[in-house]
């Protein structure tokens, strides 16, 4: 799926480890996984760059998993609803709630997420604490 939609893409893998946290439910890591790798290279198609790279790290800290996405990024000002997450450029429906799904599964390991964003650089992390 990544390369055929950014064929000059590559996923990083950096720092990636998930030992020692098989007391988290497997769903919840694939959902944000899923949703942040997907938004990742929906981000990235919109981007004109001859590489793309997007950079993938779990890690753990004690009784904290650190997870950050880092994708390329337009620069465009990020709209935020009430919540203070990104307002989704997709129709309604079923998309546009990746972020949301996101944070639900941070609150429920008593986590957050934090976005942040350069000039040319997205960042999504996830901490989650570990049971």
Same mark, same amino acid.
């Given at each position: 799926?990544?390369s055929?939609?950014?064929?000059?893409?590559?996923?990083? @893998? +950096?720092?990636? #480890?998930?030992?020692?946290?098989?007391?988290?439910?497997?769903?919840?890591?694939?959902? %944000?996984?899923? /949703?942040?790798?997907?938004?990742?290279?929906?981000?990235?198609?919109?981007?004109?760059?001859?590489? %793309?790279?997007?950079? @993938? &790290?779990a890690?753990? +800290? =004690?009784?904290?998993?650190?997870? /950050?996405?880092?994708?390329? !990024? #337009?620069?465009?000002?990020?709209?935020?609803? !009430?919540? =203070?997450?990104? %307002? #989704?450029?997709?129709?309604?429906?079923?998309? =546009?709630? =990746?972020?949301?799904?996101?944070?639900? %599964?941070?609150?429920?390991?008593?986590?957050?997420?934090?976005? &942040?964003?350069?000039?040319?650089?997205?960042?999504?992390?996830?901490?989650?604490k570990?049971?």
């Amino acid at each position: 799926m990544f390369s055929e939609r950014i064929p000059q893409g590559k996923l990083v @893998l +950096k720092d990636f #480890s998930l030992a020692n946290t098989e007391q988290l439910d497997k769903y919840d890591i694939g959902v %944000i996984l899923g /949703n942040a790798l997907d938004n990742a290279i929906e981000a990235a198609e919109r981007v004109k760059e001859s590489k %793309i790279v997007i950079e @993938l &790290s779990a890690k753990r +800290k =004690g009784k904290m998993l650190l997870l /950050n996405i880092k994708n390329p !990024y #337009s620069g465009e000002e990020l709209k935020r609803d !009430y919540n =203070g997450l990104p %307002i #989704s450029t997709k129709t309604k429906g079923t998309h =546009g709630i =990746g972020l949301y799904n996101i944070r639900r %599964i941070a609150l429920k390991y008593s986590g957050m997420i934090k976005i &942040s964003t350069t000039e040319r650089e997205f960042i999504l992390s996830v901490m989650l604490k570990l049971p």
